[in-house]
Antibody
Framework: QVQLVQSGAEVKKPGSSVRVSCKASGGSFSGNAISWVRQAPGQGPEWMGGIIPISGSTIYAEKFQGRVTITADASTSTASMELSSLRSEDAAVYYC???????????????WGQGTLVTVSS | QSALTQPASVSGSLGQSITISCTGSSSDVGSYNLVSWYQHHPGKAPKLIIFEVTRRPSGVSDRFSASKSGNTASLTISGLQAEDEAAYYCCSYASSATRVVFGGGTNLTVL
């Protein structure tokens, strides 16, 4: 049974960048796409983008294009998401999620990380 | 504002059934059989309970069922149990540049 373990909470200043990692254990990493989803307080989840670890191919939601970078390292079974030019509205819990299949935009996420709280404050 | 519209809250008594709606558009729910539902207890990771509109992952109770009609998907929970009290989110593939859209969530209270 695969588990996704994310890096710890972060406090960042506006304008800076944050990097959240997601390490898979107990199962296949390269056999599924990984997506990143965030949830701001009081709001619904928001899909940011995803990656096919075996190829490194990425796809991003238009809203985050140019500001988000998703990478994966199959040798360490770790995916990462970096969001730049942080602003207050980026404060949220960020999740990595395994996709049921190889396409990051397939909306079926069968395993989630525990979430990483990102606070943006000056 | 979320792309998919869900009621903010629903409630039901132990043993009863409830249905949560998820209304989208012809650009998402209405055009693709790629709707999923998630159960989210506070402080825990979301859990996939329905994918591809009606399919349940292995291990998910058959008290959870779902359907779709036009631009609206629905999740039904029968035989309500105390542990069903959680937030529920729908999710769909979208042809827009957003690609994957979620609902705003529905908080279920079990009375």
């Amino acid at each position: 049974q695969v588990q996704l373990v994310q890096s710890g909470a972060e406090v960042k200043k506006p304008g800076s960048s944050v990097r959240v990692s997601c390490k898979a254990s107990g199962g296949s990493f390269s056999g599924n796409a990984i997506s990143w989803v965030r949830q701001a307080p009081g709001q619904g989840p928001e899909w940011m983008g995803g990656i096919i670890p075996i190829s490194g191919s990425t796809i991003y939601a238009e809203k985050f294009q140019g500001r988000v970078t998703i990478t994966a390292d199959a040798s360490t079974s770790t995916a990462s998401m970096e969001l730049s030019s942080l602003r207050s509205e980026d404060a949220a819990v960020y999740y990595c999620a395994r996709v049921m299949g190889m396409t990051p935009v397939t909306p079926a996420f069968d395993c989630w990380g525990q979430g990483t709280l990102v606070t943006v404050s000056s | 504002q979320s792309a998919l519209t869900q009621p903010a809250s629903v409630s039901g008594s132990l043993g009863q059934s409830i249905t949560i709606s998820c209304t989208g558009s012809s650009s998402d729910v209405g055009s693709y059989n790629l709707v999923s539902w998630y159960q989210h207890h506070p402080g825990k990771a979301p859990k996939l309970i329905i994918f591809e509109v009606t399919r349940r992952p292995s291990g998910v109770s058959d008290r959870f069922s779902a359907s779709k009609s036009g631009n609206t998907a629905s999740l039904t929970i029968s035989g309500l149990q105390a542990e069903d009290e959680a937030a529920y989110y729908c999710c769909s593939y979208a042809s827009s540049a957003t690609r994957v859209v979620f609902g705003g969530g529905t908080n279920l209270t079990v009375l």
